[in-house]
């Protein structure tokens, strides 16, 4: 049964997976590679719970609740005696298999080791530590604390109990997920990309302005968000990233990046994140 959850990342879905377990009601163990990141966090954390109190979705008493379970550090060691342990760090296939056979080395025996992937392949991580039965994919979709849907990715290694686990951990949290086998983009993003791909595709042959282009996606299928506006939200390197793994497991031509969209990361041009992409965010 899962009590104690550990998370890693320093980025905003770090933070949101542990403000989303905490809430569940977990002991959260939040590893950040250096103290003023996790502090970082920490603060980040306190002002989406303030903005909740500030709403009244949630009272300060539960909010200070909140908060209390969970921690910071910044050594791999503290996360020992986790249940379940989900990492979120860069999308980096040889940087996430070389955590897990650390993790491996440190987690308690029973523990499960989850990635948040959105793309990579969960196998490739199992088999880098000695309990391939053990790990699997959790895949929460920023922002956390707001997406309902998980993806929980089932690698050919994992075992029946460990994705019971990680369906029952998702369900606590309050969110909804889905059973995926362990294929590059899984369901959203394999469906997804080729969509934000080709949208990027016809701004670069001058089908219309990038404004019009959201404009028609959001009015014609009533899509909160227009592509081009979600590109700059998801980072268009992390963007590129997730077509070329597409890519090359599929080899589908809908799947290969446009040129712009390299060009753009290149400039360091990534969207939200950076201050520019396809529109300017006046960084």
Known sequence: MTTRVGIIGSGIMGSGLAEVAARAGF??????RKPETGDAMVAGLNKSL???VAKERLTQDEADAIAGR???CTDLSALAECDLIIESVVEDLAVKKQLFT???????PSAILATNTSTLPVVEMAMSTNRPTQVCGIHFFNPAPMMKLVE???PL???AATIDAAVEFATACGKAPVRVKDRAGFIVNALLFPYLNNAARMLEMGTASAEDIDAAMQGGCNFPMGPLALLDLVGLDTSVSILDALYAEFGDSNYVAVPSLRRMV????LGRKSGRGFYDYGR
Do not use: P
Request: no cysteine; hydrophobic share 40%; glycine share 4%.
């Open 27 to 32: 002991e959260t163990v939040l590893r950040s």
């Open 102 to 108: 650390d993790l491996d080395a440190i987690a308690k």
């Open 152 to 154: 929980v990715i089932e």
């Open 266 to 269: 290149t400039a360091g041009q």
């Open 70 to 72: 969970v921690s910071t």
């Open 157 to 159: 290694t994992a075992d």
């Open 50 to 52: 303030s903005k909740q």
